[in-house]
DNA sequence: GCCGTTTTCGGCCCGACTGTTTTCAGTCG
């Protein structure tokens, strides 16, 4: 297995943890955090980046230190420094962040005066009445760690943006009809698009004297109420969603969405050049001295700045910032932009309506045309099409068409990229569609050198146009499989076969960081629902988020073109 | 540990809530 920047990124925070619970100087570990988040951000592999004898201080926030450890890093999965200090601190120690209320400072503090060094000693510890002895700490605080350690509290669990929605959309509707309340924004990593959120965040503004934070709190779904002051309160909801809600004025209401919305790296970015000049940004305004200049509109930070208004999508200290301060940003695609959609299953499959309805619901959304991309036979478990089945399928298609004003159905397939890669239908029968989706269902486990030979052999396929959930992932449950991305881009962008953007909340597959990086390679993209059922339409949305995430705009969408036009440009 | 139109040292984003204190440290976002 080769060394990823995720597993480069890892060392880094372990190095950051072990350093804040040493008591090093923050601005250190901040440093290493820095390194970390940007190495997942990037979108290039360091350790080709290395092979090919780039200089790393050339990244953002890497000098030379830093540059030389993730090569060693590179090298041996780990670094000198690292080791030393495993020695002093304990990696075990790292768990311990992770229960609520607990700091690097009282982790620290537990493993010098207790010796400390896991959740179970811990419980003992807080049952004999030990912890509540230590300075800075009391009963309350040791009451808090025990509950915490007994219901196995975690900070850490995510939900996928389209788990997370019926609730935000929920506490929405409930708060606005709080009297005195005004607005109510969901903003936070659920604004971002972000395609999993670890909490939701709920703005509010309302007359004054109205107390929405009481209500709050006794929304039907809270479990615990974590704190709950005047402005501020926070919930955890049964299925162990957190929600915080921050009240404000009307007039800081855009400092304060901004604020929320993040990321938190995008908002360091932000002041840091109001900072520069002379200017102070928080969440209730921006500040030249005492004096509020601005603040009621979330525009108005942008502007005052002499930026360009940053989507909430691109808000990730990803570029978004220096693009915008040169009038470069992107003309972000929208959910009109699209046209229509390019893997669609029906009932001849696994998929749980007839064609004409599938046809039906799609034109409803306001898409004119869909391309049935059912699976081909090796899908067994999905009853996949043979080459009889799949040109009875071609007729009743063109018998549709016939009858259709306005739309059309193309006639597709999601045909099977076998282990040697080769598709599953003959050319000849591939040859009879209007387009042909490849995807890898089996063999996920195959050997880098393996799995990137079989995807680079299917693209060398004339008749394949599509390249379906390209690394296959599923969220928080599959990761992607192992293979060369850089490759496949390369590959899209000389053999012109599209990548898909798959909309279903579980894959969105490419991500954003690997949307942007096929963008800035030329290659195009297709965002997709892989509808299995008409309620699936609906999908697209979490689709363009994620598209959003990645920069796309609306040309390098072939679904945004017309039908004609996206026929002629998907030929190879 | 990084960085530079206050450039090789001295900064590094900013504020709310809680609990333990009696003015503040720690945690969190």
């Known amino acids: 297995m080769q060394v990823q920047n995720s597993d480069i990124a890892a060392v880094l925070d372990e190095m950051a943890d072990l350093l804040e619970i040493d008591g090093a100087n923050p601005f250190r570990v901040r440093a290493y955090r820095n390194a970390a988040r940007m190495l997942l951000d990037i979108g290039k592999d360091v350790r080709e980046m290395i092979e090919a004898g780039e ?68 419980f003992n510890a807080c049952k004999d009445g030990k912890v509540s002895k230590l300075p800075g700490f009391g009963k309350k605080t040791e009451a808090k760690i025990l509950e915490a350690l007994q219901t196995k509290f975690t900070t850490t669990q995510r939900f996928l943006i389209a788990e997370a929605a019926p609730y935000a959309e929920a506490i929405r509707k409930y708060l606005l009809e709080v009297k005195g309340v005004r607005q109510v924004v969901v903003a936070g990593s659920y604004r971002r698009r972000k395609e999993t959120v670890g909490d939701l965040d709920i703005l509010v503004t309302a007359e004054p004297g109205s107390n929405p934070g009481d209500l709050f709190v006794r929304f039907p779904k809270v479990r615990d109420v974590l704190a709950k002051g005047s402005t501020k309160a926070s919930v955890v909801l049964q299925n162990s969603m957190q929600v915080d809600m921050r009240v404000v004025e009307d007039e800081s209401f855009g400092a304060c969405l901004h604020y929320f919305t993040g990321s938190k790296a995008h908002n360091i970015a932000i002041r840091k050049i109001a900072q520069k000049m002379g200017l102070k940004i928080n969440e209730y305004g921006i500040f030249r001295g005492d004096e509020r200049i601005a603040g009621e509109e979330e525009g108005s930070v942008f502007e005052i700045l002499g930026l360009d208004y940053i989507e909430p999508e691109l808000r990730e200290n990803r570029g978004e910032v220096e693009a915008s301060a040169s009038g470069r940003l992107p003309q972000l695609i929208t959910l009109e932009d699209l046209k229509g959609d390019l893997h669609v299953h029906s009932s001849y499959t696994d998929g749980s309506a007839s064609i004409s309805t599938m046809a039906e619901t799609a034109k409803a959304y306001g898409l004119k045309y869909i391309a049935i991309a059912d699976h081909s036979r090796r899908l067994r478990i999905a009853n996949g099409l043979d080459s009889s089945s799949l040109l009875k399928q071609v007729d009743e298609i063109d018998k549709l068409n016939a009858n259709m004003k306005g739309f059309t159905i193309l006639k597709a397939i999601e045909v099977d990229i076998l282990e040697d890669g080769s598709l599953d239908l003959p050319d000849e029968v591939l040859k009879r569609l209007d387009l042909v989706v490849g995807a890898i269902h089996s063999k996920f486990n195959l050997s880098r050198g393996k799995q990137t030979t079989r995807i680079l052999k299917a693209m060398d396929n004339p008749c394949l146009n599509i390249l379906a959930h390209p690394t296959g992932r599923i969220l928080l449950r599959r990761d992607p499989y192992d293979f060369d991305v850089d490759a496949v881009i390369k590959k899209a962008v000389e053999s012109k076969v599209v990548l898909e953007l798959n909309a279903n909340p ?33 999908n697209l949305m979490w689709g363009i988020g994620q598209a959003r995430r990645g920069w796309l705009e609306a040309r390098d969408v072939i679904n945004t073109f017309p039908v004609k036009k996206l026929m002629k440009s998907i030929k190879r």
């Open 55 to 122: 200089d790393l201080t050339r990244l953002p926030g890497i000098g030379k230190d830093l540059a030389g450890k993730i090569v060693e890093i590179a090298q041996t999965g780990t670094f000198s420094e690292l080791e030393e200090m495993r020695r002093k601190v304990p990696p075990q120690l790292t768990e311990l962040l992770d229960i609520a209320g607990l700091g690097p400072k009282r982790v620290g503090a537990l493993y010098r005066t207790l010796g400390i060094t896991s959740s179970e000693q811990l």
């Open 506 to 538: 579980h894959r969105l597959d490419l991500n954003d960081v690997y949307c942007r990086q096929a963008k800035e390679a030329g290659a195009r993209i297709a965002i997709n629902t892989d509808a299995h059922s008409p309620a699936e339409f609906k």
